[in-house]
């Protein structure tokens, strides 16, 4: 597989490496279990892209506050579908009254919603079958669940992604261009697993799949909410054929 070296080009060598392999498993709360192929997860990419494209104009430079449950996988097509299209996300841990203002906000919560003064704002339903936001949905806020899979299965980029720009940036001051934002690889073609549930920091559970995929790699991810036994961990990536090395 060819070295990459930005967001934008990781999806491209994933597909023309192997389509249907599957690039991202995630277990989360509820004993969910979600796989993506490269095609999948391309896919909802692209529709993510498309909607922030169609319904904000955001283009270069414009900033994506995503507000979603650490390591969700909801979380992962939406970063890369900001990078795609040139712009920068931003995390937080700030409260609600102190979030900082973006061009868009991306949250699951349905008062940061109401409460934001972001010009698009998606309110996102992280269960995996939902086909609706199931509670009250504020005014002029789009429902992720209902409206996303409406958008184009094309994606036409307007203008091309600079990688010099800053792609992530944190509330701490830590930011990353869309050059240094892909860690590298920790071995080829390897599957890694990644636990939401421990210390690991947001940033960290957005970057590093992003160095396990240039290399050619696969991703388990578990994100239940609280740290699962250590028996548990050990059957699950033993099911999902983690390398034992990582």
């Known amino acids: 597989m060819t070295a990459v070296t930005t967001p934008r080009d990781i999806l491209r060598a994933l597909l023309a490496d192997n389509p249907t392999r599957p690039r991202l498993t995630w277990y989360g709360p509820a004993d969910e279990r979600i796989e993506l192929s490269a095609r999948v997860l391309d896919n909802w990419v692209t529709k ?17 506050l995503l507000d979603l449950p650490r390591g969700h996988w909801r979380g ?3 970063s890369l579908a900001t990078w795609t299209i040139g712009a920068t996300l931003v995390l937080t841990e700030a409260e609600i009254d102190a979030l900082p203002a973006t061009d868009v906000l ?16 998606i309110l996102v339903t992280p269960a995996a079958l939902a086909r609706r936001y199931p509670g009250a949905m504020p005014i002029d806020v789009l429902d992720e669940a209902a409206d996303l899979s409406t958008y184009g299965d094309l994606l036409i980029v307007p203008t091309p992604t600079e990688s010099h720009r800053i792609a992530l940036t944190c509330d701490d001051g830590t930011s990353w261009t869309g050059e240094d934002l ?3 690889a920790p071995a080829a073609g390897v599957r890694v697993h990644l636990d939401a549930d421990t210390e ?3 940033t960290a559970l957005l970057r590093a799949p992003l160095g396990i995929w240039a290399g050619g790699g ?23 054929g983690v390398d034992p090395a990582q």
């Open 182 to 184: 892909v860690p590298a």
């Open 200 to 202: 690991v920091s947001a």
């Open 48 to 64: 993510a892209a498309n909607l922030l494209l169609e319904e904000g104009d955001v283009t270069t430079g414009d900033t994506v």
């Open 218 to 240: 696969s991703v388990v991810l578990t994100a239940t909410g609280s740290p699962l036994p250590a028996s548990r961990i050990a059957m699950i990536r033993h099911a999902e």
């Open 106 to 121: 991306i949250t699951h919560r349905a008062e940061v919603a109401e409460r934001s003064t972001a010009p698009l704002r």
């Open 76 to 78: 992962v097509y939406w």
